[in-house]
């Protein structure tokens, strides 16, 4: 079945870079975008960016500037890099499929989310 | 961008009745709307999609409907299971997610 999985450090330096790897299984990556969405107090829900089946990316203009999405499909691994870290970044990041529905693209499945604190 | 405003934030309601969630875009989306249901401490989970489209596996008490910029959820028949937080995303332009529905039992 499809399975998705967030491995990240827990806890971030602020001015650190944070790195989070979602594995997934059941499907391949070659044949769905890959989403990044993270839940703040702050902000709520927030989408950060995706990368696409044909590995090219697209970010919110929000994180543009210190956002990495990247893949090893070999692997069936999807990579999020984010420099620069702020306390306002604290939160939970998702992994999630978009897969089609109909003539639509949604989210339609997700990870349980990698838990991380930025502290010092 | 399109920013979604949901209400209430939250509603108490009483097992069997009938729960009506709201969601409001800052634009025309025209159907390019999802419904999740996030429990806590877990990841949010699709319900609906195309704004009346339900999600295999899910239940049909729930509902959606709406096109535009104004759109419903609605639960038949409120289940003790159901207690959760409900969000709507819009799809048309980028994603945008409102801020939540807070459903609790009374």
């Known amino acids: 079945q499809v399975q998705l999985k967030e491995t990240g450090p827990g806890l971030v330096q602020p001015t650190q870079t944070l790195s989070i790897t979602c594995t997934v299984s059941g499907f391949s990556l070659t044949s769905y975008y890959m989403q990044w969405v993270r839940q703040t107090p702050g902000k709520g829900l927030e989408w950060m960016g995706f990368i696409r089946s044909g590995g090219s990316t697209e970010y919110n203009s929000e994180f543009k500037s210190r956002l990495s999405i990247s893949r090893d499909t070999s692997k069936n691994q999807v990579f999020l890099k984010m420099n620069s870290l702020k306390t306002e970044d604290t939160g939970v990041y998702y992994c999630?499929?978009?897969?089609?529905?109909?003539?639509?693209?949604?989210?339609?499945?997700w990870g349980q989310g990698a838990s991380v604190t930025v502290s010092s | 961008d399109i920013q979604m405003t949901q209400s209430p934030s939250l509603l108490s309601a009483s097992v069997g009745d009938r729960v009506t969630l709201n969601c409001k875009a800052s634009?025309?989306?025209?159907?390019?709307l999802a419904w999740y249901q996030q429990k806590l401490g877990e990841a949010p989970k699709l319900l609906i999609y195309n704004a009346n489209s339900l999600q295999t596996g899910i239940p049909s008490r729930f509902s959606g409907s709406g096109s535009g910029t104004d759109f419903t959820l609605t639960i038949s028949s409120l289940q003790p299971e159901d207690v959760a937080t409900y969000f709507c995303?819009?799809?048309?332009?980028?994603?945008?997610f409102g801020a939540g529905t807070k459903l609790e039992l009374k």
């Open positions: 634009q025309n989306i025209y159907k390019n």
């Open positions: 999630a499929r978009e897969g089609p529905l109909g003539a639509d693209y949604v989210m339609d499945a």
């Open positions: 995303q819009q799809y048309y332009s980028g994603y945008t």
